[in-house]
């Protein structure tokens, strides 16, 4: 059964920075889009981050210049480093991978296939 798991949520002061990895098990995920959502309390899941298996990548808006999001095929796993980080990142973050999320459609949660359970992240200011 295909699985992704989500480490490295935790706590950091604003300013600071966490790297998440998203680890993949039971299937190869070398040849999918990986993306990170997040979803603050009250709010709805947004998009962060996608990266294609070609290594392009894609940004939401208020992460472009903080985040980096990139991947190990030979390890099956993507990462999302977070740096200069802000309160209003605060927020369970999820790792996803689709089959057959284009550019244009890279956004949208529901172009994904397999999601991970999430990891908290708490910003303090």
């Known amino acids: 059964q295909a699985q992704l798991v989500e480490s490295g949520g935790g706590l950091a002061q604003a300013g600071g920075s966490l790297r998440l990895s998203c680890a993949g098990s039971?299937?190869?995920?070398?040849?999918?889009?990986m993306g990170w959502f997040r979803q603050a309390p009250g709010k709805e899941r947004e998009f962060v981050a996608a990266?294609?298996?070609?290594?392009?990548?894609y940004y939401a808006d208020s992460v472009k210049g903080r985040f980096t999001i990139s991947r190990d095929n030979a390890k099956n796993t993507v990462y999302l480093q977070m740096n200069s980080l802000k309160p209003e990142d605060t927020a369970v973050y999820y790792c996803?991978?689709?089959?057959?999320?284009?550019?244009?459609?890279?956004?949208?949660?529901?172009?994904?296939?397999?999601w991970g359970q999430g990891t908290q992240i708490t910003v303090s200011s």
């Open positions: 039971g299937r190869t995920f070398s040849t999918n889009t």
């Open positions: 996803a991978a689709s089959h057959y999320a284009t550019w244009s459609s890279v956004a949208r949660a529901s172009e994904y296939d397999y």
């Open positions: 990266i294609r298996w070609s290594g392009g990548t």
